[in-house]
């Protein structure tokens, strides 16, 4: 079975500072993805990441794939209050069957 | 273009009844996916659908069952409920097919289901 571990579980933050986001798996994955998901509401995709040690940037946000394809990580600099929500990171485990972590809540404070 | 469309989006039902869930999903998408979301246990996949087929199925019991329409349109049917299937049920329809790439999936909004 492959699992993905997502840390931390809760994180909350004043805004502007930065915070990283952990997604480990002992399993290997053709792809990740990353969500985030408003209460009410259903994830909307963030990234998709590929191969091995690709990093991404959408504004302030760096994705980065571990090089074994196992591990990704969620950097975000500069947090603002809109960035607040449920982050979570997924493995591609074919046939459209998504492997998702337990999820991050973020809290960014003004 | 319009997105995935869930119906109902919270609906209440009691122990022991049944329950039918649809998706509608982006036009040209072939390929409609069912999870389940609880606190407890995260997002988990149920089952998916392409071209009116059941491709992959989740660990889920067989009160869990899904359906595919030719226009693409699926639904989702939840039989006996047990207070345990309360949860936000999410549909998400994706073009890529298996071996193509990278799936891309874009979620509905889901349907909130409470059993009492």
């Known amino acids: 079975t492959q699992l993905l571990e997502q840390s931390p579980q809760f994180l909350s933050i004043q805004e502007g500072e930065n915070l990283t986001v952990y997604c480990n798996s002992s399993?290997?994955?053709?792809?990740l993805q990353w969500y985030r998901q408003e209460p009410g509401e259903g994830p909307v995709l963030l990234v998709t990441?590929?191969?091995?040690?690709e990093v991404k940037k959408l504004k302030r946000l760096t994705f980065q794939f571990g090089d074994a394809r196992k591990d990704s990580s969620l950097h975000i600099t500069a947090a603002q209050t809109g960035d607040t929500g449920l982050y979570l990171c997924?493995?591609?485990?074919?046939?459209?069957?998504?492997?998702f972590g337990a999820g991050t809540i973020l809290r960014v404070k003004s | 273009k319009a997105g995935v469309t869930q119906t109902p989006r919270y609906l209440i039902k009691t122990r022991g009844q049944q329950v039918t869930l649809s998706c509608s999903p982006i036009?040209?998408?072939?390929?409609v996916s069912w999870y389940q979301q609880t606190p407890g246990q995260g997002l988990q996949f149920l089952f998916e659908?392409?071209?009116?087929?059941?491709?992959n199925k989740g660990n889920f019991p067989g009160r869990f069952s899904g359906r595919q329409f030719s226009n693409s349109r699926s639904e989702m049917n939840v039989s006996t409920l047990e207070l345990g299937d309360s949860a936000l049920y999410l549909c998400?329809?994706?073009?890529?097919?298996?071996?193509?790439?990278?799936?891309?999936?874009?979620f509905g909004a889901g349907s909130r289901l409470t059993v009492l």
């Open positions: 998400a329809s994706s073009w890529v097919t298996v071996g193509s790439g990278a799936n891309v999936l874009t």
């Open positions: 659908y392409f071209s009116e087929t059941q491709r």
């Open positions: 997924a493995g591609d485990s074919g046939g459209n069957k998504l492997v």
């Open positions: 399993s290997v994955f053709s792809s």
């Open positions: 036009s040209g998408h072939r390929s």
């Open positions: 990441v590929v191969t091995g040690g």
